[in-house]
């Protein structure tokens, strides 16, 4: 079992910048793929970026590629999300999510965080 708890969500301006955390524990956090998923209202859920246990691969979608940086320490067993020139359409909630491989779809990840909300004012 992983458990995974977010943070660092909050309330900010068009062209703000926020970083995202998510805290993980249980099994050995370096074996795992870590994900960064959203959720707008009335939307389904989707892919902003993946990282891989040791770093070496990081993929994203183009929406948020070259404004957002997915990053993990091993360390603190913890994943980031460094958002920058945040947009009104980045509003969502954040979640963060623990699987065997590098993936785009949800299906690929086994365990999931709370979420944590990001609010974008234009």
């Known amino acids: 079992q992983v458990q995974l708890v977010e943070s660092g969500g909050g309330l900010v301006q068009a062209g703000d910048s926020l970083r995202l955390s998510c805290a993980a524990s249980?099994?050995?956090?370096?074996?795992?793929?870590m994900g960064w998923f959203r959720q707008a209202p009335g939307k389904e859920r989707e892919f902003v970026a993946a990282?891989?246990?040791?770093?070496?691969?990081?993929v994203y979608a183009d929406s948020v590629k070259d404004r957002f940086t997915i990053s993990r320490d091993n360390a603190k067993n913890t994943v980031y999300l460094q958002m920058n020139s945040l947009k009104p359409k980045d509003t969502a909630v954040y979640y963060c999510?623990?699987?065997?491989?590098?993936?785009?779809?949800?299906?690929?990840?086994?365990?999931w965080g709370q979420g944590t909300q990001v609010t974008v004012s234009s």
């Open positions: 999510a623990a699987g065997p491989r590098v993936g785009r779809t949800e299906y690929e990840y086994g365990y």
């Open positions: 249980g099994r050995t956090f370096s074996n795992y793929v």
């Open positions: 990282v891989s246990g040791l770093s070496v691969h990081t």
